[in-house]
């Protein structure tokens, strides 16, 4: 199954290269992400291929889909090692990487693979979520999705979260004393500024990213009423053009270098949140390669 149901450019000289991760070891709430890299995929096929923004077809890049991976049955650890050891030559050639999910502990697995290549200090990550899944452990295994963020940080590459809305007192108090290594604009500041009228809310999460940057999306930082097939959804969250305002400022005064979507969890004769979750996956690719 192909992203955008066009023909896939050969492995060796796609620009962009997508693996679907089928994994949803860890889930807490809702269950289902597993099965969102084949929705997302099936959603994509009916997407306009221009882009009236860009006044292009971004597909023309070249974008070639990996096969759907499986995840280990012995646990997250062995899961996000096959991650890892997937994305590897890719990202090390230069492709622009976009992993769909799938829970958000998949995400660890890109990150600390470009770490490894170019250095924590060479890029920071712009993580849209509801949560700040910033737990050390969570049901008994650090590798949660609730703790993703928390492993990302101790890499050493800088975070700043847009959206965020829910935390535990643990999270809370780590993150008072994570100082500039961790950045946290909540989504209630955000509308709020939204609905003043000021259009300058992006300028200080700009500002706190390196000039290199990836993104990764947990599908709940929007609101439930346009993002429901989500396993954690959270009341107030940000809007489709919000977002997009976001990313498209990004691409612009940044160098996104690769990027997730997680946490679909589709919901049966509901489509919509499919098509969304493609959509904002063929932004990101459109604004980051152009």
Request: net charge positive.
């Given at each position: 199954m192909q992203f955008l149901d066009v023909k896939a450019a050969p492995l060796a000289s796609a620009r962009v290269v997508i693996l679907p991760v089928c994994y949803g070891g860890t889930l807490s709430y809702g269950v289902g992400a597993h099965r969102g890299p084949e929705a997302l995929l099936h959603a994509s096929g009916y997407l306009e291929l221009f882009d009236e923004t860009l006044q292009s077809e971004p597909y023309a890049v070249g974008i070639h889909t990996l096969p759907f991976l499986e995840p280990d049955q012995s646990g997250p650890e062995a899961t996000?090692?096959?991650?890892?050891?997937?994305?590897?030559?890719?990202?090390?050639?230069?492709?622009f990487v976009a992993t769909i999910g799938g829970e958000h502990s998949v995400s660890w697995a890109p990150v600390v693979e470009l770490a490894d290549l170019h250095g924590p200090e060479s890029f920071s990550i712009l993580h849209l979520d509801a949560h700040t899944d910033a737990r050390d452990t969570f049901q008994g295994t650090r590798w949660s999705h609730a703790c993703v963020m928390r492993r990302i940080s101790e890499l050493g590459v800088p975070i700043v979260s847009v959206g965020v809305r829910s935390f535990c007192r643990e999270e809370w108090n780590h993150l008072k004393g994570a100082g500039e290594s961790w950045s946290i604009f909540p989504a209630e500041e955000i509308i709020r500024a939204v609905r003043r009228g000021d259009d300058h809310w992006i300028d200080p999460v700009i500002s706190r990213l390196r000039g290199t940057v990836y993104i990764t999306l947990d599908l709940d930082v929007l609101d439930p009423s346009i993002m429901p097939a989500t396993g954690t959804p959270e009341p107030g969250g940000l809007d489709y053009l919000m977002v997009l305002d976001l990313i498209r400022r990004v691409a612009a005064e940044r160098r996104i270098i690769a990027c997730d979507v997680m946490e679909l969890a589709p919901i049966p004769g509901q489509a919509a949140s499919d098509?969304?979750?493609a959509k904002l996956l063929y932004k990101l690719i459109a604004h980051a390669e152009s």
């Open positions: 996000l090692a096959k991650i890892r050891q997937s994305v590897r030559p890719h990202l090390a050639s230069g492709a098509v969304l979750a």
